[in-house]
C-alpha cells in the first residue's frame, strides 16, 4: 500500500492544510488508538507537543480522537520528544504522541508515534495506522460509557529532568564550566536549563522565550549564529544548541566553532570504547554521514554501519545487532543504554562528562577526524519529481562515473518536504562541487520545465 500519510518522521505538514490538520489529528488518534488496543485494561495514551501554536488545534482534536475509540490520554504539554517515549513507557501506556515539526518553522506541525516500548513505530505499522485512517471506523467508537478520559500530568517536566541527569556519572559535576544552552524557543525551553543549573553548570540560556510564532526562529540547531556569538562573549566553555522538540543537537567549542553529530559520535565512541563500555564493535550512522568519521573508526579497528536516511531506522539496526551509540550527521544522538530515541540534552551530558573527564577544552575533546569535503544542497520542485526523468536519471549516472572511487555520490528525496538533497564527498573539494553544481541546475532546470 502506498503511504499517503506518513513520511520518514511521521505525518508532518503546514498547519491547517492537509494533512495536518484537525480532521486528520481525530482520524489519526482514532486510528492510532484501535491499532493500540489490546486486552481488556484501560488504555492509555501520552500526548506531549513542543511550543508552536497549532499544538492547541492539534492537541484537542488528538485526545478527541483517542477518548472516542475508549483510550485514556495524559497530557504532558510541550515537553521533548525523548521525554514523551521515557513517560511512555514509564507509565506504562499503549503509545506516546509527539506533536512537533522538529526543526522546521512555527508554521509546520507534526505527529510522531511511539509504541508502548517507546520506540518509534515500524513502517508495516503506520501502513495499517493509514489503513485505518482511510476506513470506516464508526462502528468502533466507544460506547458513552466506556469513552476515555483526558488529564494533565502535572510533574512530567520533574520526572524527566531527574531521568537527564541520572544518565550524567554521579561522580563529576558541572561546577567551573560555563554553558550557552540555546532552546530553541521549543519543548527543551524550561528542562535544559534547569538539567543543567541541577548539575551545577553556569547556566545562559536563549532561546527560552515561546510565543507560539519564534521557534527555531534564528535559534536552536539550525540556526546556530546566536549561540556561537552568546559562546564568545561570554567566554562559555560550551554552546549546546537543540531543535524545536530536543531530539537533535548542534555544539560549538570555546571558540564559536560548530561541532556537528559526526564528531560527537566520534568522541563518545572513543571514550566508551576506551571505558569498555561500547557494544556492538563501532557506530550506526546514516549514509549521510561523512567518509572522515568511517576512516577514524578504522583506524581505532571499529565499525562505521550506514543505514538509510532517518534515525528510526538507525534505531532499528542498533537494536537488531546490539549497538549501543548511533546517529545522524545533523545531530541525532542515540545512546541505546538511555533511551530509545534520539536526545539532545541526554547527548549534550555525555559529551561534557566526556569533557569534565578528559579536562581538556571542547575543542580538542570533540574534533576527533578532519572530515572530507561534503557538499549538500537542495533543490526545491512543485509538481512531479524531477528523478522521475530520464535526463536526471542519466546525469546521476554520469556524475557517479566521473567520481569513481574519488568519492561518493548521494541523491534522495526528502521525506517531509517537496526537495531533493544533492550530497557528494571526496577528497578533491574541486570535483565534488563541481559534481553537485551541475546535477543541482540540471534538477532545478528539469523541474522549472515540468
Not at 402 to 427: C, F, H, N, Q
Request: with cysteine.
Amino acid at each position: 500500500m502506498e503511504r499517503k500519510f506518513f513520511g520518514t518522521d511521521g505525518i508532518r505538514g503546514t498547519a491547517n492544510t492537509w494533512p495536518m490538520t484537525a480532521e486528520i489529528a481525530v482520524r489519526a488518534g482514532m486510528a492510532a488508538g484501535l491499532q493500540f488496543t489490546r486486552g481488556e485494561h484501560r488504555h492509555r495514551v501520552v500526548v506531549g507537543k513542543d511550543t508552536r501554536l497549532s499544538g492547541y488545534m492539534l492537541e484537542p482534536a488528538m485526545t478527541a480522537g483517542f477518548t472516542s475509540v475508549g483510550m485514556d490520554v495524559i497530557l504532558v504539554g510541550p515537553m521533548p520528544t525523548p521525554a514523551v517515549a521515557l513517560l511512555t513507557r514509564s507509565l506504562r501506556a499503549d503509545l506516546g504522541v509527539v506533536l512537533s515539526a522538529s526543526h522546521n518553522n512555527y508554521a509546520d506541525n507534526g505527529i510522531k508515534l511511539f509504541g508502548p516500548n517507546g520506540y518509534k513505530l515500524s513502517d508495516r505499522i503506520e501502513t495499517e495506522i493509514e489503513a485505518r485512517m482511510q476506513s470506516d471506523m464508526s462502528a468502533n467508537l466507544a460506547a458513552p460509557s466506556d469513552l476515555g478520559r483526558a488529564m494533565r500530568l502535572e510533574d512530567a517536566p520533574g520526572r524527566y529532568i531527574e531521568a537527564a541527569k541520572a544518565t550524567f556519572p554521579s561522580e563529576f559535576r558541572l561546577d567551573g564550566l560555563k554553558v550557552v544552552i540555546d532552546c530553541a524557543n521549543g519543548a527543551a525551553y524550561k528542562v535544559a536549563p534547569t538539567v543543567l543549573w541541577e548539575l551545577e553548570a553556569e547556566v545562559i540560556p536563549i532561546g527560552v522565550d515561546p510565543d507560539g510564532f519564534n521557534i527555531n526562529q534564528d535559534c536552536g540547531s539550525v540556526h546556530t549564529d546566536t549561540m556561537r556569538e552568546q559562546v564568545v562573549a561570554h567566554g562559555a566553555d560550551v554552546g549546546i544548541a537543540l531543535d524545536g522538540d530536543a531530539d537533535r543537537l548542534i555544539l560549538a567549542d570555546e571558540y564559536g566553532q560548530l561541532i556537528d553529530g559526526d564528531q560527537l559520535m566520534a568522541a563518545i565512541g572513543d571514550y566508551w570504547a576506551k571505558t569498555g563500555d561500547l557494544k556492538g564493535g563501532g557506530i550506526v550512522a546514516t549514509v549521510m554521514s561523512n567518509l572522515g568519521l568511517e576512516r577514524h573508526l578504522a583506524r581505532k579497528d571499529l565499525e562505521l554501519v550506514r543505514t538509510q536516511v532517518g534515525d528510526r531506522y538507525v534505531v532499528e539496526h542498533m537494536r537488531q545487532h546490539g549497538y549501543n551509540i548511533g546517529g545522524e550527521q545533523s545531530g541525532h544522538i542515540i545512546m541505546s543504554d538511555f533511551g530509545t530515541t534520539g536526545d539532545g540534552l541526554v547527548a549534550a551530558l555525555q559529551v561534557l562528562a566526556l569533557i569534565v573527564a578528559e579536562g581538556r577544552p571542547v575543542s580538542e575533546v570533540c574534533r576527533r577526524f578532519e572530515p572530507v569535503p561534503q557538499l549538500l544542497r537542495n533543490v526545491r520542485y512543485a509538481g512531479a519529481s524531477p528523478l522521475d526523468t530520464d535526463k536526471v536519471v542519466n546525469a546521476i549516472q554520469a556524475q557517479r562515473s566521473r567520481l569513481g572511487d574519488k568519492g561518493r555520490l548521494l541523491i534522495r528525496p526528502s521525506g517531509t518536504e517537496p526537495l531533493i538533497r544533492v550530497m557528494a564527498e571526496g577528497d578533491d573539494g574541486d570535483l565534488i562541487h563541481s559534481v553537485v553544481d551541475e546535477l543541482v541546475d540540471m534538477i532545478e532546470a528539469t523541474a522549472a520545465a515540468s
